[in-house]
């Protein structure tokens, strides 16, 4: 094949304006996009998928595809790195195998061996096809899914023990153990979603967006990052459905204006009470988050061994997951063992370009 084709023989159906939109997903590193897109690079006729550490190209040298094969016909091969054609077929498999997981409600969970004997495929390709895209295993993502069936369940009024039976948990001991670790509260408390408390909130812009701030007269009790407004209001009405939920007046004003500055990449400069419910565990991994230095990383495995427990890696990333004030405790400062960008609730671009700017700032 002539490495010198030039560009006119290269036949792509991505329209300019995704194209510009994959160039910026690709010069990210978006894990977000892998599976929807590949980048092909003419000069050395090798395409991978968005995430792929090696390094960028100069643009004009690079071509996009819907898909893997799209960029095997144009004469491209996949990126031995990366292995973009694997990802493709280990985004299909998780896909089936999610089906499964979702309508596994009634019962206390799926024997793992059964689940992949089910899709034709071994346990061992199964379980590296969820952590290649997910980064969960099986019955991490399983767990997740009965969670938010219970929780949803209690959004909508139903009792603790319809919700406990209907969603296949076989004591109510196991919801607690869930509770603790992703609820942040006793089922009891989350089911009167907020019930009593008020909320108030304001939104400030950024370099990367809009910036919710909730709190209440104790503390900071949310911090969103998003492009529009309403969504970021309705994920906070979402999780306090019967909380009261107003706009600000301005009490906590300071509070936003020392937030936005630390998006900024600035330094902290104020004090910034916190109003959290979370477990003693989560406290811990939070505390500890807000001891890395601005401009720098840790990897799960460096703040699991700070805290005493080398074995609580997924423990650190669950509750990296689900910090509720971003920024004031900086889950964007954790990555993985391999120095890339693991999930980040708000878009590993934001991720990524909180730790430029700090590093910027400095």
Wanted: hydrophobic share 35%; glycine share 8%.
């Amino acid at each position: 094949m002539n490495s010198n084709r030039n560009n006119s023989q290269v036949q792509t159906n991505v329209p300019p304006r995704a194209a510009a939109r994959y160039w910026r997903a690709a010069l990210t590193r978006d894990a977000r996009a892998d599976g929807k897109f590949v980048l092909a690079v003419r000069s050395t006729r090798v395409y991978c998928r968005p995430s792929c550490p090696a390094r960028r190209p100069l643009q004009r040298n690079v071509v996009f595809f819907h898909t893997g094969t799209e960029a095997e016909k144009q004469g491209f091969r996949p990126c031995r790195r990366c292995r973009p054609n694997e990802l493709a077929r280990s985004v299909a498999l998780v896909e089936r195998a999610s089906r499964e997981l979702a309508k596994a409600g009634e019962e206390e969970g799926v024997r793992f061996s059964a689940l992949a004997a089910k899709l034709g495929t071994t346990p061992g390709t199964l379980r590296r096809a969820f952590l290649q895209v997910t980064g969960l295993r099986p019955r991490d993502l399983a767990a997740a899914l009965r969670l938010a069936r219970f929780k949803k369940m209690l959004r909508e009024g139903k009792g603790i023990a319809d919700a406990l039976y209907e969603t296949g948990y076989g004591s109510t001991s196991r919801i607690y153990e869930s509770s603790n670790a992703q609820l942040g509260m006793t089922p009891a408390t989350y089911q009167k979603g907020g019930k009593d408390m008020k909320i108030g909130y304001a939104v400030a812009k950024s370099s990367l967006g809009k910036v919710l701030v909730g709190a209440t007269e104790r503390g900071i009790s949310a911090v969103y990052l998003g492009d529009a407004e309403s969504s970021l209001l309705k994920e906070l009405k979402n999780e306090y459905p019967q909380a009261d939920i107003s706009a600000a007046d301005g009490s906590f004003g300071q509070w936003v204006k020392e937030i936005v500055q630390r998006v900024e990449g600035n330094p902290p400069r104020l004090e910034l009470p916190l109003d959290l419910q979370a477990t003693a565990f989560q406290r811990r991994v939070w505390q500890e988050l807000q001891k890395i230095p601005r401009g720098s990383t840790r990897t799960y495995t460096q703040v699991a061994k700070a805290l005493g427990n080398p074995k609580a890696v997924r423990a650190v990333a669950r509750a990296c997951a689900t910090n509720p004030v971003s920024i004031v405790v900086p889950c964007h400062r954790v990555i993985r063992e391999d120095g890339s960008m693991a999930g980040y609730r708000w878009g590993l671009s934001r991720k990524e370009q909180l730790l430029t700017q700090e590093r910027t700032a400095r």
